[in-house]
């Protein structure tokens, strides 16, 4: 009873790199979506899916690539590291109009640091 | 657009005090209310939630009740325990478009820390 699974745990990049941050759930949810938490600001959401195939925009997407190829996976690029994305980066999941009610279901988040 | 706003933290309390961490919220129509809890180092989970006014949520000792008079969904716990040192997050959900998927909107968090 995995749930929402993010990988890695830590991670420091250099100004410029690029990498993948990986989510997978096991719940059979339609919704998913990415989070980046900064201090004093909350939750911020970046990019979230309905389903497989379908992506769009959050509230900070600039500077990230999401895609859904599958139920089950939706990792979150960074094309060119900036300072600036520095955070904790939280995915969250919930079955297809049932978060209004019901919430999500968060991963234990990617600590990334860029420097 | 919709909001929520938390009282700022820390919030330090001896430990069998009486906690209380304020939620006032602005939105169009009838949200659903939600207070998360994030432990050191780990994901948000889900600590309550309430779905139309008036309901009240209640989890681990926690409750909150949904106000829509004075649009407030306050945190309280009649005895806190050490344990319950956490960042404490209210949020409300959001239509993203017609289709009937919502995105939850957050606080900025409250960061309780209580003392033996």
């Known amino acids: 009873n995995a749930g929402v699974t993010q990988t890695p745990k830590f991670q420091v990049l250099k100004t410029g790199q690029s990498m993948t941050l990986q989510c997978a759930q096991d719940?059979?949810?339609?919704?998913m979506s990415w989070y980046r938490q900064d201090p004093g600001m909350g939750l911020r959401l970046i990019h979230y899916s309905v389903g497989a195939g379908i992506t769009d925009q959050g509230e900070v997407p600039n500077g990230y690539n999401v895609s859904r190829s599958t139920t089950e996976d939706f990792p979150l690029r960074l094309l060119s590291a900036a300072p600036s994305q520095t955070s904790v980066y939280f995915c969250?999941?919930?079955?297809?109009?049932?978060?209004?009610?019901?919430?999500?279901?968060f991963g234990s988040g990617t600590r990334l640091t860029v420097v | 657009g919709n909001s929520v706003t938390q009282m700022e933290g820390p919030v330090t309390l001896s430990e069998e005090a009486f906690l209380t961490i304020n939620c006032t919220y602005t939105?169009?129509?009838?949200?659903?209310l939600f207070w998360y809890v994030q432990y050191p180092g780990e994901g948000l989970q889900l600590l309550l939630k309430a779905t139309k006014a008036d309901d009240k949520g209640s989890n681990k000792g926690f409750e909150a009740t949904y106000r829509k008079e004075t649009t407030s969904f306050h945190l309280e716990k009649g005895s806190v325990q050490v344990s319950d040192s956490a960042v404490y997050f209210c949020a409300l959900s959001d239509r993203l478009s017609a289709d009937s998927s919502y995105k939850l909107i957050f606080g900025s968090g409250t960061r309780l820390l209580v003392r033996p």
């Open positions: 719940m059979n949810h339609e919704y």
């Open positions: 939105a169009t129509g009838y949200p659903s």
């Open positions: 969250a999941s919930s079955y297809f109009g049932t978060s209004g009610s019901y919430g999500y279901t």
